[in-house]
């Protein structure tokens, strides 16, 4: 079972009492404002959503994990690795994406959590290559993105919302040259 820990953080697989305060995260319109369409996530969506992460578990052997707090056993919502099937110009890939409740913007938290996915990505899965997508205008994601090493490969329009979006990548030879180079 996939496990990862930070200082603040604990990643780990989803369990079903996940469900719910994801609903609550995914209810958010704030939250979901730059996610395909913006529109919010009921609590049937965001089942099937978590359902799909754990068979992507299976599937790949890697997966978005479920965040959470250490010093509260807080769901924070979700941070790791997806095929982006969404924007089929990019494919074949693997994406490092994040979505955490409002209460956990701000605090580093996104960073920390895509830090330990990074490295779960390289080190222990070996992939060659990770990409990260954001909506232009998503200013919070893209500073991750920049923290992570990640450069900018393309600009491009998501098909599935007809958005305008931004493509960076990080190739395992950079990051293990930059890994060193704190946030």
């Known amino acids: 079972m996939a496990r990862l820990e930070t200082p603040r953080l604990v990643l780990r697989r989803w369990r079903n009492d996940d469900i719910m305060p994801m609903t609550a995260i995914n ?78 913007w701000g605090q580093g938290f996104a960073t920390e959590a895509a830090h330990a996915a990074l490295h779960f990505a390289f080190v222990d899965r070996e992939l060659d290559r990770i990409l990260s997508i954001h909506q232009i205008g998503n200013d919070a994601s893209e500073r991750v993105m920049q923290k992570l090493g990640m450069r900018l490969d393309r600009e491009t329009i998501d098909p599935s919302c007809n958005r305008p979006t931004r493509v960076y990548a990080i190739t395992r030879d950079e990051y293990n040259r930059t890994r060193a180079i704190p946030a």
């Open 27 to 104: 209810a958010d319109p704030d939250v979901m404002r730059w996610i395909g369409s913006g529109t919010p996530a009921d609590p049937e969506r965001t089942a099937a959503g978590i359902a799909g992460c754990e068979s992507a578990w299976d599937d790949h052997g890697f997966g978005l994990f479920a965040v959470e707090v250490r010093q509260t056993s807080d769901l924070a919502g979700f941070t790791g690795l997806a095929i982006p099937t969404f924007l089929p110009e990019v494919m074949p890939a693997v994406e490092i994406g994040w979505r955490l409740g409002r209460p956990y």
